[in-house]
């Protein structure tokens, strides 16, 4: 009679017949893994907080540093510019020299910077160092998705990577409140100065949780594309500075050069295929330009933060400039659009996004909708020179909408990536979203800064920005459409886990 034992898989092996080799290890999980996501995300809330956090209190510091009025905006394009404009060579530097060490040098310099923002003597000197504060940012964020590849694996991974866009979308809404309230609060006087200091305990928790994390390069280190990096940022420059310039909405000249950046861009993405068509490393990795799920995902990353961060300063203009109220009123309409937002990230985190897939997406795209047409509705029926009573109604329908979007956005433009595509991935997606952030400000505010300046009601001058803002949002429809979509109009899976609820 044969002897038979148990092998590794739960089978049986006769001693007649030797059982076949085991195959490789199981990965262990890295066991520091969740302490160091609180400190990724600590970052990536930090970065956005800041990048949000000045449109409530550009009034107040042109108040008090004095300067022309078309400052204001530039206290916030200056940092989403810069931010934009390093990222996709950031990201390459966590390719070639390691992400945590690139993290942990951008989240010093960031500090650095944020103290410099508070003690700015002069409107130029502040909009200088928020320059140099958006270029240490942009070291931050891209090495954030690799070092998460790094850490997590399996069912975990999409767990991982699903709670970057509530924090993103939560923390970019939160900073316009929380600059509301440090600048009516006054701590110690340090008025608007106290929205770039808060960095300061932030940063500090930050780099006390960092060593946790894994160190991770990309498998083949990459080499810099200098003639890629200077084609992307002049076309990123062209696109953006015209359209940001001024106290109004951008005229032909502006609209000129921003087309002349976008046909820089182009010339851009061909020499990246032929760079790699050469065997040179190119900046950015062409396969991901290859198909229309990532190109797709870019242009709904744009379309759809532009449309975020208008809306939001366009309320701020509104109740700032138009009817006089201080930031902290400003703050404090925005927290329904803040709570709706919260909700709804969990919501779609939790519940619906393994349930529903990519239709959440879409969902959020027509909850948005909804939002900015009760807001307009909110502006056109609310007597001259009176707040609008329906408006933080209106946004938190808005927030809600937002919320829905922001957890199956990164989800699904993420899925596909592979290991050697992450640095670029991660810099390509956060630059479309500052992009989409800077034209928001600029072409969104611009419109409503155009009705103030020539004597326009604040009423119509918002509507007509909300239209603006309209216009935006129906352009993310076909995008969205394309993202999400196989070539025959199915809808695309959507990762699920294990512990799906």
């Known amino acids: 009679m044969t002897e038979h034992a148990t092998t590794p898989a739960g089978g049986t092996a006769t001693h007649d017949t030797p059982a076949a080799p085991p195959g490789p290890p199981a990965p262990v999980a890295y066991r520091r893994r969740w302490t160091a996501l609180i400190a990724l995300l600590t970052a990536e809330a930090m970065n956005l907080l800041d990048a949000t956090i000045v449109q409530v209190a550009g009034p107040v510091i042109h108040a008090d540093l004095g300067g022309p009025a078309a400052a204001i905006p530039w206290y916030s394009a200056a940092y989403t510019l810069t931010f934009a404009l390093g990222l996709l060579i950031a990201a390459r530097l966590g390719d070639i020299a390691g992400r945590r060490r690139v993290f942990r040098i951008g989240v010093t310099a960031f500090a650095l910077t944020s103290l410099a923002c508070a003690l700015a003597p002069t409107a130029g000197v502040l909009i200088g160092v928020r320059a140099a504060q958006g270029a240490a940012a942009a070291l931050i964020i891209p090495q954030t998705f690799g070092l998460i590849r790094a850490m ?30 440090l600048t009516h609060a006054d701590l110690f006087g340090t008025s608007w100065r106290a929205v770039f200091l808060v960095n300061l305990p932030l940063a500090a928790a930050v780099l006390a949780i960092a060593p946790r994390l894994r160190e991770d390069r990309a498998p083949v280190p990459p080499r810099l594309d200098p003639t890629g990096t200077a084609l992307a940022m002049v076309g990123i420059a062209l696109l953006v500075c015209p359209l940001t310039a001024g106290t109004g909405a951008p005229g032909p000249g502006a609209w000129a050069a921003a087309a002349l950046g976008a046909l820089v861009l182009i010339v851009f993405t061909a ?32 379309l759809f933060f532009a449309v975020m961060n208008g809306v939001m300063i366009t309320v701020v ?4 400039l138009g009817l006089g109220n201080g930031p902290l009123a400003a703050g404090l309409t925005l927290l329904p659009w803040s709570a709706g937002l919260a909700v709804a990230s969990w919501a779609a985190g939790s519940r619906l996004l393994p349930r529903y897939g990519t239709r959440v997406l879409h969902a959020g795209i027509g909850c948005l909708a909804a939002g900015i047409a009760a807001a307009a509705l909110a502006y056109r029926v609310a007597p001259a020179g009176h707040y609008p009573l329906g408006l933080p109604f209106a946004l938190a329908l808005a927030g809600l909408g937002v919320g829905l979007f922001t957890a199956p956005f990164f989800t699904t433009a993420l899925r596909h990536v592979s290991p050697q595509e992450t640095g670029s991935a991660a810099g390509l997606l956060n630059a479309a979203q500052q992009l989409g952030g800077t034209l928001g400000v600029a072409v969104v505010g611009g419109i409503y800064l155009t009705g103030h300046g020539s004597g326009q009601a604040a009423g119509p001058s918002a509507q007509h920005a909300l239209a603006a803002a309209a216009a935006l949002l129906a352009a993310t429809v076909p995008t969205a459409y394309a993202m999400t979509t196989h070539r025959h109009g199915r809808t695309a899976p959507t990762p699920t886990t294990d512990e799906t609820p």
């Open 317 to 320: 203009l509104h109740l700032e």
């Open 152 to 181: 997590f694996d399996g069912p975990e991974l999409p767990k991982a990577l699903g709670t970057i866009g509530p924090v993103m979308g939560l923390s970019a809404v939160l900073g316009p409140v929380l600059g509301g309230v």
């Open 271 to 302: 020499h990246q295929r032929r760079a790699a068509a050469a065997g040179r490393t190119p900046l950015v990795e062409p396969s991901l330009l290859r198909g229309r799920v990532f190109p797709a995902a870019l242009a709904t990353s744009t």
